[in-house]
């Protein structure tokens, strides 16, 4: 039995895998989740920490969007089969120039942490 665990973008909730279908004989599919970052927090220590989640041994770990930053920085901290990242990046160079730009402007800083809670009222 393979288990596989998704993990959504940043702005998406596991909803988005709804409609992924696979043979049950052959996988289990658990949804990860985005939990609040810890202040001062690094992103390996978050991954660390999501890390946590991942119960079985040798699984399968895909990412979507930041959720594909995020896995690759897990996969450092545990043993997978696989790991799939989709519609993501694979390193800092491949980020887009405006990307880059609010990370040096800190525009993350704008959005209320509050907003980020919950991802369908930012989406309203």
Partial sequence: MTHLYL?????????????????????????????????KETMSDYAKRMVAFIVHEDSVLLGVSFGGVLVQEMAKHIQLKKLI??????????????????????????????LIEDVDKLAK
Avoid: C
């Avoid at 730009?101 to 800083?109: A, M, T």
């Fill in 85 to 114: 990242i989709v519609s993501s990046v694979k390193s800092k160079q491949e980020l887009p120039r405006r990307m880059k730009l609010s990370r040096k402007l800190k525009l993350y800083n704008i959005l209320p942490t509050r």
């Fill in 7 to 39: 993990m959504p973008g940043m702005a998406a909730n596991p909803s988005i895998f709804e409609h992924i279908k696979l043979p049950e004989d052959r996988f289990t599919i658990h949804l990860l989740e985005w939990q609040l970052p810890n202040p």
